[in-house]
């Protein structure tokens, strides 16, 4: 089992950017994939990106690719999210989650442990 405490989000004007961190401990916490997911105001919870835990790979949903980036540091076990020309529609709550080894596609079942969120709002 892993805690995650995320923190990082803020207000920003559109095109700026963020970097959100995601902080693991616990067991082994390098061996786990982590998944970031968002939630708007009055939708769902969806994946945004993930990280692998076995080789770091990487996989990203089409609205994001080409301007979030995901990467982890196993010496103090944080996960990053880079985030760059942001828009509105990225504004909600971001949260990073776990699961075992390898990322398993953007349903939540799979993450078991999952951090309280930081607020990212874009706006002018």
């Known amino acids: 089992q892993l805690q995650l405490v995320e923190s990082g989000g803020g207000l920003v004007q559109p095109g700026g950017s963020l970097k959100l961190s995601c902080k693991a401990s616990?067991?082994?916490?390098?061996?786990?994939?982590i998944g970031w997911f968002r939630q708007a105001p009055g939708k769902e919870r969806e994946g945004v990106s993930c990280?692998?835990?076995?080789?770091?790979?990487?996989y990203y949903i089409d609205s994001v690719k080409g301007r979030f980036t995901t990467s982890r540091n196993n010496f103090n076990n944080t996960i990053y999210l880079q985030m760059n020309n942001l828009k509105p529609e990225d504004t909600g709550v971001y949260y990073c989650?776990?699961?075992?080894?390898?990322?398993?596609?953007?349903?939540?079942?799979?993450?078991?442990?999952w951090g309280q969120g930081t607020l990212v709002t874009v706006s002018s």
């Open positions: 616990g067991v082994t916490p390098q061996y786990y994939a």
């Open positions: 989650a776990s699961t075992k080894l390898i990322c398993r596609g953007w349903g939540l079942d799979p993450y078991t442990d």
């Open positions: 990280i692998s835990g076995t080789d770091g790979s990487t």
